[in-house]
């Protein structure tokens, strides 16, 4: 067997449903029933889904404080007061003031932006920045992705004069700022229709409402934060990220083509992974190691040198990040292991001093997919006395709520049911994850700890092909809320299997039985699996259907994400040289060594394992439940196969067997004499009355064409059976011996018996093998 790394949740849509859907709007039933599973039911919600559209946006004043918002806005433009924009430094952020910056620059406000420092200013408005503002002469201060919980900058802003209108999307806190407005779906009695947007869709929003009609021409910089931001792609953000990934593709902005220029992407036909993987982090990399302004004037910018200088720029700085990342994420990970194991922290809370704050983010989504553990990753500052990081959660573990908790030790802090930052004083950091511990015991259960993979759709082979790729297409874009479809093949068998890449750590499977159903797969990181199953082995995988395109010819592949085999597999080691060095590599908490001569686990092959090996005088005392789920490893031959069948039986049907069956002496392919062997080497001996085998067994055996152990093996049996006395070496013909059958001596028995064992054991088919563990460890049907 081979066990999932995940579980497997199986969406089961209903049939009715589905293929009503199907009939009523003339989609494939494959469409219906993904939509169906992700709750889109109705004829109009399908459409809205299917046909994405501009008319889906929502009237903007619907959303709370919209309209004091713009009424003050457009007051300020047309008294030419000076407005500044207050933005954040990630790419939902930038995303968020560029898009406000083009809203004001088209009604002629007089206007400038600002990104704070996240060294040293930290996240959010602050005091000193708010002061500057005001001395600088601006009486309007309007925040993007940012601002919800200024409680103290917001009171700062009103005692100063400056008018301050906060635009935000994250969770809002128990007390709100006494601003001049906030617009956040997410406040308290706001009644607008969807509260997903990202600080960008607020601000795309505010632009709408500015303007009177939708912002269309900036959807290539509205799409990046929404998608970057891993906002649900549902409702209003499916239509700015499908619609903004297509502008994005043709845009005409000189710095966003320069930015996708760096990333290989220019002229290229876009998706959301695009956005998300190769341009969010190059947005994201700026603010994390230094000031995000300069992303901001990239997707300003208007020249064309200045634009490919900068997004160089940029582009450098994230490879810079990436080393960073790597960095500390090794050291993070060898914290855990050293000092927080996963199994006794069922979160994690690390912290160390010279930790890059503007990265921990990242390494904390690091350690989540490492251990599946909600992770905390804390900058030391000692100077400060503060501990600043951020944090990333799992399913079924509110990051926000879970720390609302700890608001008394938690001056600062916000964010999300899976992701949230913030700053705390470095002596309660101990505090802060006994806390959180505490309360993962009590809303955890043992299952949680284990990923989820969400699968939408079983198919057979057959149902996978180049049409099925183009009807998934349509779903699209694919992101959080809205995820590429998994579909799970059960139970294929194996036509090839290797390891690929530079270092050999990916993994690529066909799988299938015929040249019309035959599938490849591709496992990224998943090399390792490749010594945990056999080529015999029926899989069950799980993944993406993808496109892939090589040399002109098109075919579907899988992206592989987990698979199971769900019967009992047998890895034939017989023979191997290097055996033992792939046995040590086997799970010792799983594994049950076994040997049954005494010799075998002194043997250099083995020596490494032997205060693992089981003998079969404790294989026997041992509960029949202790080998239940288990990797058996033979290391030798059973001296008895009916005594091993026996025992085979009691325990039932193993994990995985390793059969390696090393053995000092084959007797298999040693002669076996006959009956007329033993005639005619008791004729010999009557006739000689005496034979002196120690001197003389070798030119017997020579010229008879036999083995010197024949001569022996022959000699002991009638020794046993009172034929011979044997004195030195020299044989004496017994007088009148009594007449027994051959089979009467034990060294006869063990002999054939062990030549049996071998045949069955050891020089049998892989197959046959195979067939003959199933049969031994089935359940008998009881009479």
Known sequence: MLEPRTRWEIQEPSEEKAKWLS???????????????????????????????TDQFHD????????????????AVESNEKILIFGDYDADGVSSTTVMYYALKELGAQFDYYIPNRFTEGYGPNEPALRKAKDDGYSLVVTVDTGISAVHEANIAKEIGLDFIITDHHEAPPVLPDAYSIINPKKPGCTYPFSGLAGVGIAFKVAHALHGKAPLHLLDYACIGTI??????????????????????????????????????YEKELTAEDVGFAIGPRVNAAGRLG??????????????????????????????????????????????????????????VLAKEGWNPGVIGIVASRLVEKFYRPTIVLCLDPEKETAKGSARSIKGFDMFENLSGSRDILPHFGGHPMAAGMTLSMHDVDELRSRLIRQAKECLKPEDYLPVTTIDLTARLNEISLETVELLSTLSPFGVGNPSPRVMVEEVPIR????????????????????????????????????????????SIVGQIQLNEWNGYRKP??????????????????????????????????????AFEEETV????????????????????????????????????PPSLTRFSEWLETIGEPSRIYAVFHQSTEHFFTTLPT????????????????????????????????????????????????FVTIDDGVIFINKEPSKRELESSETYQKKFEQADIENQLVYSSYHSLKSWFTEQTRPKASL
């Open 23 to 53: 009939q009523e709007l003339d989609i494939p039933l494959l469409i219906a029933n993904l939509l169906v599973v992700r709750g889109i039911e109705t004829i109009e919600k399908a459409e809205a889904f299917l046909n994405i559209d």
């Open 60 to 75: 903007p004043f619907l959303m709370d404080g919209m309209t004091e918002s713009v009424e003050r806005i457009h007051r």
């Open 228 to 265: 970057a931001d891993l906002v649900p792609l549902v409702d209003e953000n499916r239509v700015i990220a499908k619609l903004g990934i297509e502008a994005l593709s043709k845009t005409d902005k000189i710095g966003l083509q320069e930015l996708l220029k760096v990333a290989g992407l």
């Open 291 to 348: 000031s995000a302004m300069p992303v901001v004037d990239l997707f300003t910018s208007t020249d064309r040198d200045e634009s490919a200088m900068l997004s160089q720029e940029i582009d450098s700085v994230n490879k810079e990040r990436q080393g960073i990342v790597n960095e500390i994420t090794k050291e993070a990970i060898a914290m855990v292991e050293e000092s927080f194991p996963p199994d006794e922290n069922e979160v994690l």
């Open 496 to 539: 090839e299997m290797k390891k690929i890449g530079s270092q050999s750590n990916h993994l690529k499977l066909q799988v299938g039985n015929g040249e019309l159903s035959v599938l490849d797969c591709i496992g990224f990181q998943k090399g390792s699996l490749l010594e945990e199953m056999t080529p015999y082995s029926l899989v």
């Open 557 to 594: 592949q899988l992206l592989l994400e987990d698979l199971s085999v769900n019967h009992f597999q047998l890895f034939d080691y017989r023979g191997l040289k290097d055996a033992a060095k792939r046995l040590i590599g086997l799970p010792h908490s799983k594994t049950c060594f076994i």
């Open 602 to 637: 002194t043997h250099k092959d083995f020596v490494a394992l032997s205060d693992q090996v089981i003998g079969e005088d404790e294989l026997l005392t041992l509960p029949e439940d202790y080998f239940k789920e288990k990797n058996l490893v033979f290391l030798d031959v």
């Open 675 to 722: 009956r007329e062997h033993f005639k005619w080497f008791y004729g010999f001996l009557a006739k000689r009355k005496t034979f002196n085998v120690k001197r003389d067994g070798a030119e017997l055996a020579k010229w008879k064409g036999w083995s010197k152990e024949t001569i022996d093996f022959m000699s002991k049996v009638f020794f046993e059976l009172d």
